[in-house]
Structures are given as C-alpha cells and as structure tokens.
C-alpha cells in the first residue's frame, strides 16, 4: 500500500512541472520585480554665471509685461550650468544642469523649471535624472519632484531639495546646492 504522503508530493510535482511547461509556451510573459524600489542620493552644486564672456544662462524669450513686471512674469530662460561635487567651481565637474525656467508667477518670483542633470562622472556617467517643477527663489529650501530621467535613472521619480548656497550680486554668479533622491526599479536576480 501507498503511503498517501508520497502520493500528495507526486500529484504536486506533477501540477509544478505541467505549470511550468504551460508557462514555457507563453514568450511575452515576463517577470517583473516591481515592488523592489532602488534609492539613490545624489548630492552636488550648480554654477549659475548669469551674464559675461562665461555665461551659462541667456534670456530667450519675454512676453510683452516682463520688462515692467517686479517679478519678470514672462520671463525664459535656457541654461547649461557646470555642476560640481563641492561648491568651488574649480572641483571635479560630476554633471551638467541643462533646461530651461520661465517666471511664471505675478506676485513672488517663482519658475517653473525643466531641468536635466546629466551625469558625467563615476557609476551613472551616461544618465540623467529629470527634475520639473515650481521653484519659488524667495523660500530658503526649495522642494522639486524627480519626474524621470534614463540610463542608470530609467523609471526614476523622487524628489530634489534645492538651496541658494551662495550669491555675488557684482559679478551675476550663483551656486544652488541640491540634495536629489531618486528611486528606481532594481534589478531582480
């Protein structure tokens, strides 16, 4: 006589090993590790140079009240600013900061900001993380979403904290520190 163990694993062997030959049949199935989220922290400064023979921010377009307006409502911007690990602008350049900002509000100055940091130094050189968003210039820590961004950064979203580090009116030169953390589908193995 059987005992009705074994006869329990057989039958279940036999169901795994015809579910799996069901599953060997489908080719566009695949298994995909969604709930594993991958955080990163990126952490650097921009060097906004607004005006001179370096300049890395110009004025493209006005609307017809931004030349009266005490907030420049109207207002865009195209930028390619240097972005650095420390705030020196002479340490090692680890990104760009490319896009574009618009004022967008008529009683605070506020942008809304398109903003692509490209990445050109250590594991994620290639990629780039998208930041889009307000930015109200007047508040002390400002928060922008992570919208996106590809390489290393594929399906990223999160958020950047941005600040103005420093200022020199006299020469039209700003350095923004961000503090960006940024989450993204990890491989499953």
């Not at 695949?30 to 921010?57: M, Q, W």
Request: proline share 3%; hydrophobic share 35%.
């Amino acid at each position: 006589m059987k005992n009705p163990t074994h006869n329990f694993l057989l039958t279940i062997v036999s169901l795994l090993i015809t579910t799996t030959a069901a599953a060997a049949e489908t080719p566009w199935f695949e298994n995909l590790c969604i709930s594993n989220k991958n955080t990163t922290k990126l952490h650097f400064y921009v060097h906004d140079v607004r005006s001179g023979p370096n300049a890395t921010l110009y004025n493209v377009a006005n609307s017809s009240i931004t030349g009266t307006s005490p907030t420049g409502f109207g207002r865009i911007n195209v930028f390619d600013d240097r972005v650095t690990a420390e705030p020196d602008i002479a340490s090692e350049e680890v990104a760009r900061a490319q896009g574009t900002t618009t004022s967008v509000d008529l009683q605070v100055s506020a942008a809304s900001m398109n903003l692509n940091f490209f990445l050109k130094a250590g594991k994620f050189n290639g990629s780039t993380v998208t930041v889009v968003g307000r930015n109200q210039f007047s508040d002390a820590e400002r928060e922008l979403p992570v919208v996106g961004g590809n390489g290393a950064f594929r399906y990223a979203r999160g958020y950047a904290i941005t600040r103005s580090y420093s200022n020199d009116a006299a020469t039209n030169y700003g350095v923004l520190e961000y503090t960006i953390y940024v989450r993204t589908s990890r491989k499953c193995f």
